[in-house]
């Protein structure tokens, strides 16, 4: 404190007061300007935080808005970029592959019936709904039976974000095919806000008779509970059609409230009624690395052309060797601009002065790169980088860590692809098959519990797949003996097969051996077993 604060003190107790009080609220201020995440995420204060302006609405308003751009973008890449088609064809085929099939599985002790009678129940129903899944009948369009279905619709789901699927029932019975049950699988474009053309999207759109909202073909109502979606008779932005008329398709009947229309998409934040295209948070960073790829490859094939000019005092007239580029081949034929090939022979014109920079490709650092950002994009997207690239050079503790890791995400997609599609039309085949009489199930219109009873299912898929199936399946016996597992649990995961038609099948070759006088020895176990 100097002199001239010594002589305000002194001279004026309470100012000296007045400049302590206003020094600690100044203290007090930022202490708590500088709390929790103000320090972190939350700064404004940062040189990193300062350009960084964000900005979030409604679901409505961050997805619903973008989604035509998405979609668009979604489907040039899988069309154009080999990561990204890599990226959807995986999951489609370790989700779906061939297709979830069926495995009845009802709750016999509550429908009071013994083992013997469900077991002969469920592979009548089994065999029903084969009759029904395994033709193209069971399509609208009749271009694809169920189990291809399924995959369109993973690949929908993937690409555009969602897939719907319109049931619909076909009055006309065919001796061959007993069910009317139908399945239209439609593209997400379709569904859609009436008299919407273009990328733009009509937030305050609203339905001219029930008033209620819609967003992107899906109308709520006050709740938020979806009650219809509008779907449109052809693509929006198409102009192969000159009417476009959009039909209202309730999301559920009144009386029994079976669903009219299957929506399959995966919800990131609530309130969304439309799904975001599974290449969104890395369409960027593909595109990026698309340009990259294609330049590389241009600048090796360039670098690798053998191609001669020659300067002439007397000009191109006399050119004797124009080069070995056919005609058909030839970019242009006039005579200003000059061809880069593989032995191509270029006459320039007097003065005329070709310089070439040294491209140096391919580059040495290209493929630590590509592999670097494939790891970066595979993060993102849930699958490991050596599934991503199908490249598989690691350790088996490497590779099997990285397949367990990306079947945690196949897994759960399949149990949504099961709860969304497979199972809502298995329960209205059943309905189907029941009412008409080609399958039996006393009390099942009468009682929820007892119609859930019989809808027990189960969806099985394509296997993990082993990388040494000598130590799995060692470690699949010793859970089945320690009571960790089941034979029919294990036989699926290991190969996506039926237990029981194996024992069945077994028992059958055993008795093909034995009356061909074949002795099979029989498996000793293992010592200490």
Not at 197 to 216: C, F, H, M, P, S
Not at 411 to 427: G, H, S, T
Not at 504 to 525: D, V
């Amino acid at each position: 404190m100097n002199i001239i604060d010594k002589a305000v003190e002194v001279i004026s107790p309470k100012a000296a007061l007045e400049r302590q009080r206003a020094k600690m609220n100044l203290e007090l201020i930022k202490t708590f300007q500088n709390s929790g995440y103000d320090e972190a995420g939350a700064s404004r204060s940062k040189n990193s935080m300062r350009g960084w302006i964000a900005s979030s609405k409604t679901p409505q308003e961050d997805i619903d808005k973008n989604l035509p751009t998405l979609r668009q973008r979604s489907r040039s890449l899988y069309m154009s970029a080999p990561l990204a088609v890599s990226a959807i064809k995986t999951n489609r085929t370790n989700i779906v592959g061939e297709g979830l099939r069926l495995k009845s599985s009802i709750d016999y002790e509550f429908l009071g019936m013994t083992k013997e009678a469900a077991a002969a129940w469920q592979k009548q129903a089994e065999r029903e709904f084969k009759l029904w899944a395994e033709s193209k009948f069971c399509d609208s369009a009749r271009t694809n039976n169920f189990y291809e279905i399924q995959q369109a619709a993973v690949m929908s789901w993937l690409m555009n974000g969602d897939a719907c699927v319109i049931l619909e029932y076909e009055t006309k019975k065919y001796p061959f095919y007993p069910y009317g049950l139908r399945l239209r699988l439609i593209e997400s474009d379709r569904v859609s806000t009436p008299h919407s053309t273009g990328n733009n999207v009509n937030l305050y759109a609203k339905d001219q008779e029930t008033k209620n909202r819609i967003y992107n073909g899906v109308e709520i109502d006050d709740n938020g509970k979806i009650v219809a979606y509008h779907i449109c008779s052809t693509y929006p932005n198409s102009n192969l059609r000159a009417e476009k008329k959009w039909t209202r398709v309730k999301a559920f009947g009144e009386k029994t409230g079976t669903p009219n229309v299957l929506m399959i998409y995966e919800t990131e934040r609530a309130e969304q009624y439309r799904g975001v295209p599974y290449l969104a948070p890395v369409i960027d960073s593909l595109k990026q690395l698309t340009r990259y790829s294609e330049a590389e490859q241009m600048a090796a094939v360039i670098n690798g052309f053998f191609t001669v000019f020659i300067t002439s005092e007397n000009g191109t007239s006399d050119m004797g060797f124009t080069g070995v580029v056919d005609e058909e081949d030839a970019v242009t034929n006039d005579n200003v601009s000059y061809e880069l090939g593989p032995g191509m022979v270029n006459m320039l014109n007097p003065g005329e002065k070709v310089e070439i920079a040294d491209a140096k490709r391919p580059s040495t650092n290209f493929d630590a790169f590509v592999t670097a950002l494939s790891k970066y994009i595979g993060a993102a997207l849930e699958i490991p980088v050596e599934l991503l690239v199908k490249n598989f050079n690691s350790s088996y503790s490497a590779s099997r860590a990285a397949l367990l890791e990306a079947w945690k995400a196949f897994r759960m997609k399949r149990a949504w692809l099961a709860a969304d599609l497979c199972q809502p039309i298995y329960e209205i085949f059943l309905v189907e098959a029941i009412s008409s009489g080609r399958l039996k199930a006393p009390g099942f219109f009468l009682d929820p519990m007892i119609k859930k009873a019989y809808c027990g299912a189960q969806w099985n898929g394509p296997a993990q797949g082993m990388i040494d199936p000598v130590k799995e399946v060692s470690a699949a016996e010793k859970r089945i003996q320690i009571g960790l597992s089941t034979r029919q649990k294990e036989t699926v995961e290991m190969n996506g097969g039926d237990f029981e038609a194996n024992v069945a099948q077994l028992a059958r070759e055993n008795e093909l051996l034995k009356a061909a006088g074949i002795n099979q020895s029989a498996a000793k176990p293992a010592d200490g077993a």
